[in-house]
Nanobody, 121 residues
Framework: AQFVESGGDSVQPGDSLRLSCTASGFSVDDYAITWCRRTPGKEPEGVASINKGKGSDFYTAEVIGRFKVSKDTAKNTVYLQMNELEPEDTGLYSC???????????????WGQGTQVTVSS
């Protein structure tokens, strides 16, 4: 599974961003796609996930109500709308494809390039 992530930026607290991850070699409808955040000194963590098919969405307590994950099957792309950004949201965001929408700690041998989100005043 391969993704190209984009949309990250340096923003101020309270700002919004929309991240994209475009898949190649498979359909985003065939897997649960999870947005993961990597931060130095911390374990990588899945923060938002959308299920395969019609795609119910799931969020950690930290981001629920502020983040929204969606997908465009025609573009084979999954989005993460991030609102009311906080400094704690800072990190390198990547997508992973799995059988089930699993949040929390992630252990992977390989990660995609990711897209950097930095929130600071």
């Amino acid at each position: 599974a391969q993704f190209v992530e984009s949309g990250g930026d340096s923003v101020q607290p309270g700002d919004s961003l929309r991240l994209s991850c475009t898949a190649s070699g498979f359909s985003v409808d065939d897997y649960a796609i999870t947005w993961c955040r990597r931060t130095p000194g911390k374990e990588p963590e899945g923060v938002a996930s959308i299920n395969k098919g019609k795609g119910s969405d799931f969020y950690t307590a930290e981001v629920i109500g502020r983040f929204k994950v969606s997908k465009d099957t025609a573009k084979n792309t999954v989005y993460l709308q991030m609102n009311e950004l906080e400094p704690e949201d800072t990190g390198l965001y990547s997508c992973v494809a799995e059988e089930f929408p699993l949040l929390g700690p992630k252990k992977r041998d390989h990660w995609g390039q990711g897209t950097q989100v930095t929130v600071s005043s």
